[in-house]
């Protein structure tokens, strides 16, 4: 809610994140104006990410949902801001089959991917960087899975929680396999601001989103009955297993174990090949 009585001049915010029940979850009090927000306008934008990514290119909205992958494509117009990551901690995004298969057996296949910028191909494509992609919708994977269009789909977002019940078999995590290897979480997506609006609008920017979090896990039942209307497919207690895998501690700020896994996979893309150059991760403020 903006104070009528604020001298200052009105900012328009645009706010993009996607239409899942986590980032519904996070956004939820300043999405329903549970916080006062002096002279700045918040809009919000519901898109899916691979979309998002690309109008990030653009430096379209004020402030984005980003999957990690896309940021050193737009390091030099966004800085990440310090609250709203999702992260898996020895979960992520994750590969299933009509039936079962080693994981050296992706070598060669044609796996369903939700977008060449998600962050959830960089972590295949650095576990594995023979297969064939084959860009499907996010919430089609399942389906194109189920008819045999492709050998395997990439996973993300709620089905990772839902695939078994489709009869279909995990042939593996790639949150898990990231763990094993640097005992870090995998960083999937974050939210970042455009630096152009200077430091001062930034902060409270900042202080708005953590605030908004914050909001949603003290008022947890509230902020998920709203984000149950985004949970595609799921009942309560399983939207609401999903929110707390990716709005936790971590959502609330990175810390020093999350700011080096992000920092460690855009390395680790560098050098694989898979991200174009080099970055060092600027975090807002």
Known sequence: ??????????????????????????????ATDKLATGNLLFHHTLSDIETLNSKAL?????????SFSAYPHIADQYALLPHGSSMGDRYGPMVIANKPFSTSEIKGKRIA?????????????????????????????????KHGLVDGGLLIHEGQLTYAREGLYKIIDLGEWWHDRHALPLPLGGNVIRKDLGPETIREVSRLLKASIQYALDHRDEALTYAMQFARDMNKELADKFVGMYVNELTLDYGYEGRRAVQLLLDEGFEKGVLPRRVSVEFAG
């Open 1 to 30: 809610m903006t104070d009528p009585s604020s001298p200052l001049k009105p900012i328009d915010i645009h706010v993009a994140h996607s239409p899942d029940s986590d980032d519904a979850f996070m956004f939820y009090a300043l």
């Open 58 to 66: 653009e430096g379209f909205y004020e402030v984005t949902a980003i």
């Open 113 to 145: 991917i939700p977008g060449l910028m998600t962050t959830a191909f960089l972590a295949l494509k650095l576990f594995e960087t023979d297969f064939e992609p084959v860009v499907v919708p996010f919430d089609k994977i399942i389906d194109a899975v």
